[in-house]
Each structure stands twice: as C-alpha cells, then as structure tokens.
C-alpha cells in the first residue's frame, strides 16, 4: 500500500539518524571505558610502589615527603582523569547528536 510506503520513505532518513548515533555513542562508550580503565591501571601501579617508597624512609622529613607526593600525585591524577572522562564524554554526545540535528533538518 502506498501509505506504508510513502512511511518508510519518509521514515528513512531519521531511522538512520538513530543507527547511526547509536553506533557512534557505543563507540564513544568503549572509549571511555578504556581510558577509564587506563587510569585505574595507573592508580594500582602507584598503590603498589609507594607503600615500598614509605619503608624505605629514614627520617620524619622524608616520609612527609613521600606522603606529599602521594596527595599531590592523588589529586593530580584525579584532576587529569576527570578531565580527559569529561572531554571523551562531551565529544561523545556531540558527535552522536549530529546525525540527529541533521536529520530533524
């Protein structure tokens, strides 16, 4: 029948909008999983040789010292993970939302 026809062709076009912001937002995910997941490698990297850092200590000074660099790499690391998560996520919703935009055109 020409009304279903007329439907999918009219339909197309968005239909392929979703598929394809789908895609785009599953591959936006995967990659913020890996970064995710390299930041967390990381952070068990240093959770398991500064401890080793603090009993080679000698004096108080240089376990203030270590424990320093232990905040400061903390909030370091977690300042650059939040930031490169954010960025990921705001080019993934960008980059999934243009097939949308252009197609609600």
């Known amino acids: 029948m020409d ?3 007329d439907a999918s062709e009219r339909s197309a ?3 392929h909008a979703l598929v394809s912001s ?3 937002l599953s591959r936006g995910i995967q990659q913020m999983q890996h970064a995710w997941l390299e930041m967390l490698d990381h952070s068990m ?3 398991v040789h500064k401890p080793q850092d603090l009993l080679r ?3 108080l000074v240089e376990v203030a010292e270590v424990q320093r660099d ?3 790499g903390a909030i370091n690391h977690a300042f650059e993970s939040s930031s490169r998560l954010l960025e990921l ?4 919703a960008q980059d999934a939302v243009r097939p949308l935009l252009t197609s609600a055109h």
């Open 45 to 47: 990297e240093n959770a």
């Open 57 to 59: 200590c000698k004096t």
């Open 3 to 5: 009304i279903y026809r």
């Open 13 to 15: 076009e968005r239909v």
């Open 89 to 92: 996520a705001g080019r993934t």
């Open 22 to 24: 789908a895609m785009t």
């Open 70 to 72: 232990l905040y400061m």
